[in-house]
Each structure stands twice: as C-alpha cells, then as structure tokens.
C-alpha cells in the first residue's frame, strides 16, 4: 500500500517595502549605536547595588539608574526602521524623542556634579547642604500649594532658614562666582551655570545650543507649532522631521555613553574590572565623535 504524502507547507512570502532613502539609513545607523549604548548601560545598572561607596555615590548611582529608565523609554518610541518592518507606517515624534533626549541630557549634568565629578570634601559638603535647601524648598511649595496646616509650614520655614545661614556661613562659599553664590543661596540644586559646564566638561561644549535646539521642540509654542504644516511635525516620514530625530538621537547617544562610562569610571573596581571588554566599542565610539575626553568626567 503506497504511503502517503504529506502535504508540503509553503513558507509565507515576506511583504516587500520601499527601500529606506538616505535620511533614513542615517538614522538607523545612529539608532544601532543608541542600542549598543544602551545594552551597555542596562548592564551597569544591574550590577550597580551594593557597591560600598560615600554619600556622593550613592547619589550617584540613584540618578544613573533614573537615566537608565529615561533611555529605555527613549528606545520604545524610536521609529522601528527594521527590513521587516513598513517604514511609511514609522511614527517620526519629534517633540516627544526631543523631550526625552532633553532628559537624559540633564541627567548627565546632575550625574557629573553630583556624583563623579573630583572635587574637595569642602565643596562635597557644600554642595549637600545647597541640596537639602532644594529639596526642603520644594516640599514646602507642594505643602503650600495643598493647604496644609500653618505649623507645618512654619517648620519648613525655619528649617530652611536655619539652611541658608549655614551655606551663608560655609568656607567655599567664597571660592564660588558671583551667579554662582546667588544660585547657592537661592537653593538651586546646581549652581553651575550651562556655560560653566562647558567650561569644565568637554562633552558639553555645544551644550546652550543643544539645549536650545531640544527645547525648541519640547515647548508647545512657539516653535514646535510654528514648523507644523502638511508634512512635517505630523509624525509622517519627512526629511526635515527625520533630520531633527537623527539630531536628538545622536545628542542621546553622546550624554548616555558618558553617564555610563563615568559610572563604570568612579568604580573602577567594581564595576571597571566587570565591564573593560565591554566599554572598549563605546569609548571608541566616543572616540570617533570626539567626546572621548569628556566620557570620564574629565575637566
């Protein structure tokens, strides 16, 4: 008796899409090297607990695991330009990939003053007692904003003054500039200014105009409406809305891969001696765009 044949599965054709135009390419090639960042720095931050460190470090690595989930969210709202994927049905949100880029820009900045940056204890201490002014200022804006009891603002109130006399009387206080002093004093949390930091970092030399140009897009107006018309700022493939998210991708990629070689960099022997193999791509990357002195915190 004869057997019977099985009938042979036909494998599904692919759908074909149009080739990606050279904006696009652009774009993916920078995307790769986003990903490659940021598997590095997820790695970090599963192996960032329990490290043995000062107050400075601890802060430190809490600011870098809120960078880490900045930049996964970032990921999950990049256009998928994969070949299996239809990139006419790509979302380009611009103002929304700017506002997270924005993110993990100034995440960076507050990694670096607050964590890694070399400075004196004096200036360490200084900078704590500026944080808790910040921090007690703004929990009593919440308390007052919500009507709570006036005896609970009283003690905010004396507390923070108790706080401004301290820093008024610290020792580094002097060495500070005059807009410096006047941020201090204030309790804003960073007293450095954005100029100042590209003074001292040399991955924020471009930082006022790359702020500038994220902040363009993340405002509701004037700008971000202003540039809306039948092709661009719809979320639609376009060269200029492409441009502008090639733009913020590479601003993303640059401050991640110095939070995350600056975090590997102030542990070197918990975190350095983990990950030396793996941090040799990213600082060539580095490297090639230039940001290689900066990538260290270095001044």
Known sequence: MAKSSKPRKRKLARPKFRRLNEEELLFRSQAKQYFRVLDLTMDVSQNQHSIDTDGRGVRAVKIFTRQTLSAMSLSSILP??????DPDVALWDVSSIASI???ILETYLAIFYSGIENISDEEAELRFFIGQLHRNREWYLVHKSNISGIETLNKFEEGMKEQKERIKAHSYLINLTHAQKNKALKGDEIYYTKVDFEEKVSICSELRAEYQLLSNFVHPLPLSIERIDNDRGRGTSNIYDISYS??????ATKYLAASTLGII?????????????KTKPIRELLLTNEFNKSSQGTQ
Request: proline share 4%; hydrophobic share 30%.
């Open 80 to 85: 998928n330009l994969s070949a299996d994927k």
């Open 101 to 103: 880029t924005r993110n």
């Open 265 to 277: 960099d102030h542990f070197p022997d918990q975190l350095g001696k983990i990950f030396d193999n």
């Open 246 to 251: 090639l733009g913020c991708i590479e601003i």
